[in-house]
């Protein structure tokens, strides 16, 4: 079995940073992708930063210059540092891992989610 826990959600004021942090754990032979998703009230769930396991990133046009995707390999563990947060990036976070298990068995995890609010 693999966990996968996000935290690192809050109450933000426009122009805040907050930091979300990932953590895979269990039966993990090897990490591909990590990924934050994020759904808004009332919209579809989209991609928002992706980093592989060559360290590639990939960012939706909306974050980028503001949002920094990073990962611990050592800790199974990916990190979003979001700046100059806007009203419109308010939306659930939810953190995607492609992993391959020990069984040699591929496996997309997906985390409970955590809440981001931008408000003043």
């Known amino acids: 079995q693999v966990q996968v826990v996000e935290s690192g959600g809050g109450l933000v004021q426009p122009g805040g940073s907050l930091r979300l942090s990932c953590a895979a754990s269990g039966s993990i032979f090897s990490i591909n992708r990590m990924g934050w998703y994020r759904q808004a009230p009332g919209k579809q769930r989209e991609l928002v930063a992706s980093?592989?396991?060559?360290?590639?990133?990939n960012y939706a046009d909306s974050v980028k210059g503001r949002f920094t995707i990073s990962g611990d390999n050592a800790k199974n563990t990916v990190y979003l540092q979001m700046n100059s947060l806007k009203p419109e990036d308010t939306a659930v976070y939810y953190c995607?891992?492609?992993?391959?298990?020990?069984?040699?068995?591929?496996?997309?995890?997906w985390g409970q989610g955590t809440l981001v609010t931008v408000s003043s």
């Open positions: 995607n891992v492609d992993i391959t298990q020990f069984s040699r068995v591929n496996l997309e995890v």
């Open positions: 980093i592989t396991s060559g360290s590639r990133t």
